[in-house]
């Protein structure tokens, strides 16, 4: 079946970076994008980014632009969200979502179980 | 684009009829998807295109609209539904997601 595995809980100091991985299976890895999404603890979802798994183009959002690196390893079907400059308010659990894209209409499916990533001095 | 949800919580019991409304600040044609979340696991995908029931999702969860202003629907409430539900909008870039409906139980 379709599944994204991602990497255990992370604890980091401010200014640090950290770098989730998301390990797929059970499909073509390249013909899919993946996006990946954070949700701060008690909040809603704050979509991050894409990544198209085909050719590593790339879309970030904008309040992200300069901290977040996305990357694939099509070798392995892992694709991977680093982070930089930490701060408190990067406190979150990240996920990653398998970009479906079909007759024009897409949506997230599979995702990811999360990564909980806290940053703490 | 934004996206407002309404109610932002309610409860309600097994069996009820539970609607739940998404608006968006500019059209997004039919790129809408909903997705139901359980306390500490990831976002489920319920229906996407507006009104397309996602495989494996019950036939009580349904999807209607286009445009602004969307709704999804829980025909009979069950035990398993209690949840947060989160409306995303895919038209253009950056991807939006509502800010969720919480149902609890009454």
């Known amino acids: 079946q379709v599944q994204l595995v991602q990497s255990g809980a992370e604890v980091k100091k401010p200014g640090a970076s950290v770098k989730v991985s998301c390990k797929a299976s059970g499909y073509t890895f390249t013909s899919y994008g993946i996006s990946w999404v954070r949700q701060a603890p008690g909040q809603g979802l704050e979509w991050m980014g894409w990544i198209s798994a085909y050719n590593g183009n790339t879309n970030y959002a904008q309040k992200l632009q300069g901290r977040v690196t996305m990357t694939t390893d099509t070798s392995t079907s892992t694709a991977y969200m680093e982070l930089r400059s930490l701060r408190s308010d990067d406190t979150a659990v990240y996920y990653c979502a398998r970009d479906v894209v079909v007759a024009a209409q897409y949506w997230f499916d599979p995702w990811g179980q999360g990564t909980l990533v806290t940053v703490s001095s | 684009i934004q996206l407002t949800q309404s109610p932002s919580s309610l409860s309600a019991s097994v069996g009820d009829r539970v609607t739940i409304t998404c608006r968006a600040s500019q059209g997004i044609s039919s790129y809408l998807a909903w997705y139901q979340q359980k306390p500490g696991k990831a976002p489920k995908l319920l229906i996407y295109?507006?009104?397309t029931l996602q495989s494996g999702v019950p036939s009580r969860f349904s999807g209607s609209g286009s445009g602004t202003d969307f709704t999804l629907t829980i025909s009979s409430l069950q035990p398993e539904d209690f949840a947060t539900y989160y409306c995303?909008?895919?038209?253009?870039?950056?991807?939006?997601f509502g800010p969720g409906t919480k149902v609890d139980i009454k």
């Open positions: 295109a507006a009104s």
């Open positions: 995303q909008q895919l038209n253009s870039y950056p991807v939006t």
